[in-house]
């Protein structure tokens, strides 16, 4: 993506000054909504860590989530080859659209079943559910979690020794699964873990 300079953009190609924004979802890269901002709302958005647009029919500056509280959490912006209009990837607090959907165009933002599972694994982390394998599992302290996973990741090279393709498989599940886990218990994401085989491959 090319890399935002402010200075460069072009307000000046629209009459009201305002130019379109695309908001994308960080993880899942599902396209969330479109607004339009000046250069306050994007000075705004970087000060606040709260995406803001300008609203045409306010007429003033708006962050998205200020009446739902479903926020978007700013992460980048970069702006098009024209430079008169953005890209803004952020994570979403809920639903976006103000019809209750996740997306404007009436998607659901689930991204890749493995995002979908971590941001499951991780509400269960911050909002615990003593119905939950996971909630039990995170309360039991981070040693436990890495117990599993070296537990997980030996009776996955046991099965890998045999030709049985549905006890391997659910082996490497129940691996990604716990592994998933141990991640979120740290604090990291997937996401990071991509950061880093990212700038191995640069």
Request: charged share 30%; net charge negative; glycine share 6%.
């Amino acid at each position: 993506m090319n890399e935002l300079n402010l200075d460069q953009l072009a307000f000046e190609k629209s009459p009201d000054g305002l130019i379109p924004a695309i908001v994308q979802d960080a993880n899942t890269r599902v396209v969330l909504m479109q607004g339009y901002v000046n250069r306050a709302a994007i000075d705004k958005t970087i000060a606040s860590g709260l995406v803001t647009f300008y609203s045409r029919s306010k007429d003033r500056l708006w962050t998205k989530g200020e009446t739902s509280r479903n926020y978007l959490h700013y992460v980048s912006m970069a702006a098009d080859c024209d430079n008169d209009s953005i890209l803004i990837q952020a994570k979403p607090n809920g639903p976006v659209c103000h019809t209750g959907k996740d997306t404007c165009w009436g998607e659901t933002n689930q991204g890749e079943f493995l995002d979908h599972l971590e941001r499951t694994i991780q509400d269960r982390r911050d909002n615990p559910n003593e119905k939950s394998y996971t909630s039990q599992l995170l309360a039991r302290g981070i040693n436990k979690v890495a117990q599993k996973v070296g537990e997980e990741a030996v009776e996955l090279v046991i099965e890998a020794k045999d030709d049985d393709k549905d006890l391997f498989l659910g082996e490497a599940a129940d691996l990604m699964y716990h592994y998933l886990v141990l991640l979120a218990a740290k604090g990291y994401s997937l996401e990071d873990v991509r950061e880093v085989l990212r700038s191995r491959h640069q």
